[in-house]
């Protein structure tokens, strides 16, 4: 049976760096592997007068990495097309309805449409209202719109642009990217939970000790830096990419492994988060900015930032959620950049024996009931290594009895990772099927934007005390005083 997907994609931001460097690339694969063959066409669209030509010298160069023969480019580029257009002007949509009917009859499209709005998010309402008022949407096939983050920069604004979108478009046919939902680990997370009786059991207050994830990027701002100063790392990383994360953590058993089973799920997990309350947020979240390290600029120096910025480019938390199976279980999250290494973890920190037999002073000593001995922590390792590592205690090799950590490990062998299917294009693959099981859905985003809100309320009221943290450190001392005065600590020190 053929694998092959209809569709015609229309790309709003086709000269940009997102579609240059993911989107091409993403499909030129799904087209390799045979997903997409005959039957598909692209029109690229943004203001630059482009020729078709040229749009196919573009698609060829953002392809360079992948080492293709250029036969397979070059018969690729000839499904792409361009049209020079402003999307604020009316006239831009009927030559695209014009240009789509065309490449429809002659791909043998079926009305099959995907709008990627890889675009600044404030031309998102504009460009669904004009598909709707030009009659762009076919009756045919399906019509599926793309969208990028920020999905709003507070619930307000989110609302705003959801309204506007599903003024055109349902909520079953709007796809949100979160890329972190494309990454193998984080599609994982499911996997090992309910694939898994022993974790499933124990994946509850009764002992999971505390749950720490860790997103850190060792660049600074880079060329994000207009967009960064606007949003912080609360923003641009907590709303979206953790919390999603949290509620794969901690959702329920779906009944069934669909999309809207799971998307029931994280909902109920987000609307368990417990609220903060505007006095809770200083003892419950940290924020941070670097300051200069030894060959790094301070955040306040970078190109494009003000000298006074008072944005954050770190942020750690403990949140808490307030139902039957997590009531008491901190989870530690924490993002920035400048940090020390680039990597994303997550540790699930297991409760301590109750009983140290191996050493029974330990026990007397310890007024908790808990032991010196080391926690059980299974660690799930989402890049740049993908696999996971279980610490347990055992038996030093040699005479008498003590008792020392060891490791299991595993990681995906580097040669079927490398095979394996870059975030966004295994998200355009699932977007072809229909299937939003790995895109972020409203009420997801609505929840999410509540709770971050009113930490980002309470920082705009006070001011920080920035820079407070060295690059190539792992963020503000506070932030390790937040674990401390749990008796906790990060898993992962640098
Ligand atoms: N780049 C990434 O890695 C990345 C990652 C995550 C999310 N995103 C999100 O993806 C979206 C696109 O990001 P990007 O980095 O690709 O931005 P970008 O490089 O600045 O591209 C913006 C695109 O919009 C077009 N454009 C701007 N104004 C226009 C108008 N009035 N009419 C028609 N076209 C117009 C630009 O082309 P012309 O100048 O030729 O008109 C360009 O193709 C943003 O929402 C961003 O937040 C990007």
Request: aromatic share 12%; net charge negative; glycine share 6%.
């Amino acid at each position: 049976m053929s694998n092959e997907k209809i569709a015609l994609f229309t790309i709003f931001g086709g000269t940009g760096d997102l579609a240059q460097r993911k989107l091409y690339p993403s499909l030129f694969k799904l087209y390799q592997k045979g997903y997409l063959k005959d039957h598909f066409a692209v029109i690229g669209t943004a203001r630059r007068p482009w020729t078709d030509d040229h749009y196919h010298e573009v698609i060829s160069d953002s392809l360079a990495d992948l080492n293709a023969d250029q036969e397979t480019v070059t018969q690729f580029a000839s499904h792409f097309y361009y049209q020079s257009h402003d999307v604020t002007d009316a006239e831009h949509y009927r030559t695209l309805k014009k240009l789509s009917e065309k490449l429809d009859a002659q791909y043998g499209l079926q009305g099959n449409r995907i709008f990627y709005l890889a675009m600044a998010p404030n031309f998102f309402g504009t460009i669904a209202q004009h598909l709707r008022s030009e009659n762009i949407l076919t009756d045919n096939g399906f019509n599926r719109v793309i969208i990028e983050k920020p999905f709003g920069h507070d619930y307000e604004s989110a609302k705003e642009l959801n309204d506007q979108l599903t003024a055109t478009f349902n909520e079953n046919q709007i796809y949100r990217i979160d890329h972190y939902l494309g990454k193998e680990m984080i599609q994982n997370i499911t996997a090992i939970r309910f694939g898994n009786n022993i974790w499933e059991s124990l994946w509850n207050n009764r002992y999971i000790d505390n749950v720490q994830i860790t997103l850190s990027e060792k660049l600074g701002v880079e060329e994000r830096a207009v967009y960064y100063d606007n949003s912080g790392a609360l923003r641009d990383m907590v709303q979206n990419h953790i919390l999603q994360i949290l509620s794969l953590l901690t959702m329920d058993q779906p009944v069934e492994f669909t999309e809207n089973d799971i998307d029931v799920e994280k909902v109920k997990a987000l609307r368990s988060l417990r609220p903060l309350k505007p006095e809770e947020v200083a003892t419950n979240f940290v924020r941070g900015q670097y300051g200069a390290g030894d060959d790094a600029k301070a955040y306040r120096d970078e190109d494009k930032i003000s000298s006074d910025s008072n944005t954050d480019t770190f942020v750690a938390g403990k949140v808490m959620i307030d139902n039957y199976r997590w009531s008491g279980v901190p989870f530690y999250i924490r993002t920035g950049k400048r940090l020390a290494d680039k990597f994303t973890r997550i540790d699930v920190v297991f409760k301590r024996p109750v009983v140290n037999i191996f050493n029974h002073e330990d026990v007397r000593a310890n007024d908790d009931a808990a032991t010196s001995l080391d926690p059980n922590i299974l660690t799930i390792n989402v890049e740049p290594t993908e696999g996971f590592e279980l610490r347990m205690n055992a038996k030093a090799i040699g005479q008498g009895f003590a008792t020392t950590p060891v490791k299991l490990n595993y990681s995906h062998d580097a040669e079927a990772t490398a095979g394996s299917p870059e975030a966004y294009e295994r998200l355009l693959h699932d977007a072809l099927n229909g299937d939003a099981t790995n895109f972020t859905h409203w009420q997801e985003v609505a929840d999410s934007w509540k709770f971050v809100d009113v930490i980002q309320k309470y920082w705009d009221e006070h001011q920080p005390e920035f820079p407070n943290y060295r690059p190539g450190t792992m963020g503000p001392d506070a932030a390790d005083e937040l674990l401390r005065q749990d008796g906790h600590r990060w898993v992962y020190r640098n």
